[in-house]
């Protein structure tokens, strides 16, 4: 029997949701019981059709999703813009001068040019909506949208389909407009979480979105997102209003994810003061390890950040070139080594495999209800 | 039976914590059955005496605490200065100008010269050990202290005396130096917590100090502080780890708080998101309602903000002065008003007496203690 309406809704076993870029990481989390979410959005259309394919090749029939990014405000700069090579020559050379300068200063030899990503990447509503077409032509048992509302295209292809739309918010003001918009679950995301995030803490949005959307007549379960590392902390959230976590740090610390070695030892290394919420890797507030890329841009004498997605389009391609040269042993690349992660990074103590992660939540969920339970027969 | 380790320590019977400047709520929550602790700061050691007379004749022998603030880290800028009026005049008078022109913009006519603190006032590390030992005069039941390590005075005081010390922190590595200093329990507060508070929030810094005080071989208890304004998540909080809740910012909604009717209107109106974590009211980060004074201090051509206690000097004069004239009628005022309060104040609905919020508080741990184990058994 599900444990809840979300569990109902997703086919999920055990409500942990596990958001990541790794295929691997997205089938060991949904056949231990979990529900994987494969972040698309670093994914061509092509490549995110190759990715969902091996997933249904090995998940064993167990249920997972896919999480797509389609930006609702665009920034009035960018929006003439239609491709990348426009987008590009829109940015002013100043801003790969100054990428130039922070890489040298570490030790790492600039670009001649700056390179351009290829076409369909980039954060932009384009590029998000040709990979939700993709999504859709899987057995997907969930769709999340993040950025804004959910475009009418997803909520109405989902109902079609019987896919549920899940979509995050920051805030109850969000919650209520997706709602409205027709969206199916709500992931409300503290900001504690890694990657783009709002101001107010997930303890304290939880119950204020749960309260918020029953006010308002929608009942639609919420997931609670953002510092979540443990199953403790996961039935923390669920007595505070949720009815499961959506993770997405904890996974990085996995052998099965896309990070590298450096920045696992860093994550291990980290305290939870170690993260900053800056624009400076995409162009919107994001958490993110701190280092001294982001002390640089930073800085009241820094050049400022750029809009979506021109901000992704000058750090990505310097951020590949850190990781390339840290893996080769750069100890300058290595102290800008960083990547999306949130103040739960201070919670990761070693790397354990996807599997063993949920089979820990799985019993630290039990023993934190168990313990609770006991108080109370007290 | 007690509840656990922390309800043993203090004779508490529900491990809510209750801090107040108001002596109502301290007996009322007391004799609830939860613990309420006095926020002495604000009173001179004859006022504090009065206060806890009166507390030891109303709260009809249940344990109550008093919370002091002795600051560890003294700015140097005043080291030197000793008294109030060394203190007021070391401040430059283009501070009151400033005061002046943002009160003035509001319609509130300026003070012709900056009022000086009484002595024995402001949070300045003699004040409160002055403070300190007027209360250990008293049958309390635990002595709190913030902003950094428990003074030797206070923890061999409460040794000989059998009163718990507790001291709150914001970070792991407080917490273990607490611990080494030999402070009795830990209140770990969250970034979303009104007040001096830290950049962690609750959810991820409760493990992660439980963890780290075990590892270190500290059996610790550790309350959560930070954006608890219910009982489910207080009960979440404890499934994090942590062995009651240390609220502050609910018992400003209470009729029997110290709050103008003004700022409990605003407290009613607000959400999650009003609130600014900001030097300007006491000259270390502390969360508030945010008002035009934050914006106009906080701003880049700002005059910057004085180190503790001189900017308490500067603004606590004229927050007085803004209450008086909102009280008056005066809209400008209105808008200026505001206090120490955390994010929680998005949970904030009705005013409620302080025994109606532990009788909520308890009932809402219940229901959500029960949901859970209902999940479990499913």
Not at 69 to 75: G, N, S, T, Y
Not at 96 to 105: K, Y
Not at 224 to 237: L, N, R, V, W
Not at 330 to 340: I, K, M, P, Q, S
Request: overall charge negative; proline content about 6%.
């Amino acid at each position: 029997m599900p444990m809840n309406r979300v569990c109902e809704l997703t086919g999920a076993e055990f409500p942990l949701f596990a958001f990541s870029h790794c295929r691997d990481v997205v089938a060991a989390v949904s056949k231990a019981g979990g529900f994987g979410v494969l972040g698309a959005t670093r994914f061509s259309p092509d490549q995110l059709e190759e990715e969902l394919a091996w997933i249904d090749a090995h998940v064993d029939g167990a249920p997972y999703g896919v999480d797509v990014l389609v930006p609702e405000v665009i920034d009035p700069r960018v929006r003439e813009l239609s491709d990348n090579k426009s987008r590009a020559a829109a940015i002013d050379p100043a801003y790969q001068g100054f990428v130039n300068e922070v890489l040298g200063h570490y030790g790492i030899t600039p670009e001649a040019e700056m390179p351009i990503l290829r076409e369909r990447m980039g954060i932009t509503p384009e590029n998000g909506l040709a990979l939700m077409e993709v999504a859709f032509r899987h057995p997907i048992r969930l769709i999340a949208n993040a950025l804004g509302i959910a475009p009418p295209a997803m909520i109405e292809e989902g109902k079609k389909r019987g896919v549920p739309v899940a979509a995050l918010v920051g805030a109850k003001e969000h919650a209520i407009r997706q709602a409205e918009a027709g969206v199916d679950i709500i992931v409300a995301q503290g900001t504690e979480a890694g990657g783009h995030c709002g101001e107010v803490s997930t303890l304290v949005l939880i119950p204020e979105v749960v309260r918020e959307l029953s006010r308002a007549g929608h009942d639609i379960p919420v997931l609670a997102a953002g510092g979540i590392m443990t199953g403790g902390q996961m039935a923390g959230m669920m007595a505070a209003g949720a009815q499961g976590a959506w993770t997405g740090s904890i996974w990085l610390a996995t052998p099965e994810a896309e990070t590298s070695e450096a920045f696992r030892e860093k994550m291990i290394a980290a305290r939870s003061r170690d993260t900053v919420r800056s624009r400076a890797r995409t162009g919107k507030p994001a958490r993110q390890l701190k280092t001294a890329w982001h002390d640089a841009w930073d800085a009241p004498d820094g050049p400022g950040t750029l809009p979506m997605p021109l901000m992704g389009m000058v750090s990505e391609p310097a951020f590949a070139r850190i990781e390339r040269e840290a893996a080769a042993g750069n100890e300058g690349a290595r102290e800008l080594v960083t990547y999306f992660v949130g103040q739960g990074v201070g919670l990761v103590e070693q790397v354990r495999s996807s599997r063993q992660v949920v089979q820990d939540f799985r019993e630290e969920f039990i023993e934190a209800v168990s313990g609770l339970s006991g108080m109370l027969a007290e």
